[in-house]
C-alpha cells in the first residue's frame, strides 16, 4: 500500500493509472471531467497546482498543500472518485454501448462495477528543493513530447503547458522561486 507523506511545504508530484494501463483519457469528455475535479480539488484543499498532464492511460500532476494539515489520500480521492461517477453517469446516459469498456465483475462485491482508475493511491514523490521541483514540472510537462503525441509540450492540449501558454483551461499556478 502506498504511504502518503503529508509534510507541510513539501511539493507533491502524482502519478495514477487508468484502468490496466487502457487509453480511457484519449476521450475528451474524461480529460475534461479530471480537470474540472482537479480544478474543485484545488480550491477545496487549498494547493497550488503547478503542473499536469492528462496522458491516454495515466495522469501526472505536480501539487504544493497551503494549509499545515491536509491529506494528498483525501485530493486524490476526491478528484478521482467525482471524475469516475460523473464519467459514469456521462457514459450510461450518453454512450450506453461504451459501458461494457468500463464494466468488470469484482468477485468479493459480488457485482459488476465501474472501472477506469487503477486501484491503490498510485505514486508519490515529495519535494522541497526548488530545482526538484522545477525538474518535476518539466518531466510532466515533456511526457507527451517523449511519448510522440506532441511536438512541444504547449501543444499537447491536455496540459499545463498548453493551458499556461493560452492563459485557458486549467491554468496552472506560476512556481517563480529562485534555484
Known amino acids: 500500500m502506498l504511504h502518503h507523506y503529508n509534510t507541510p511545504g513539501h511539493a507533491h ?3 495514477f493509472s487508468c484502468y490496466h494501463k487502457r487509453e480511457y483519457l484519449r476521450d475528451s469528455t474524461a480529460c475534461n471531467l479530471l480537470l474540472a475535479e482537479l480544478q474543485k480539488a484545488r480550491e477545496e484543499h487549498q494547493f497550488k497546482l503547478w503542473a499536469y498532464v492528462c496522458m491516454p492511460d495515466h495522469v501526472h500532476a505536480l501539487l504544493w498543500p497551503l494549509n499545515t494539515a491536509y491529506s ?3 485530493i486524490l480521492n476526491d478528484v478521482k472518485g467525482r471524475m469516475v461517477k460523473e464519467y459514469r ?4 446516459s450518453n454512450k450506453p454501448d461504451l459501458f461494457n469498456r468500463f464494466a468488470f465483475v469484482d468477485n468479493s462485491k459480488k457485482r459488476t ?3 477506469f482508475w487503477q486501484a491503490g493511491g498510485g505514486f508519490d514523490r515529495n519535494f522541497r528543493d526548488a530545482r526538484a521541483i522545477y525538474n518535476s514540472i518539466r518531466y510532466i510537462e515533456l511526457n507527451p513530447v517523449k511519448k510522440g503525441l506532441a511536438a512541444t509540450p504547449e501543444e499537447y492540449r491536455w496540459s499545463s503547458a498548453w493551458a499556461r501558454k493560452r492563459n485557458e483551461g486549467l ?3 506560476r512556481f517563480n522561486q529562485p534555484l
Open 13 to 15: 508530484e502524482l502519478t
Open 72 to 74: 494528498i489520500a483525501k
Open 89 to 92: 453517469d456521462y457514459v450510461l
Open 113 to 115: 462495477v465501474f472501472r
Open 171 to 173: 491554468v496552472p499556478d
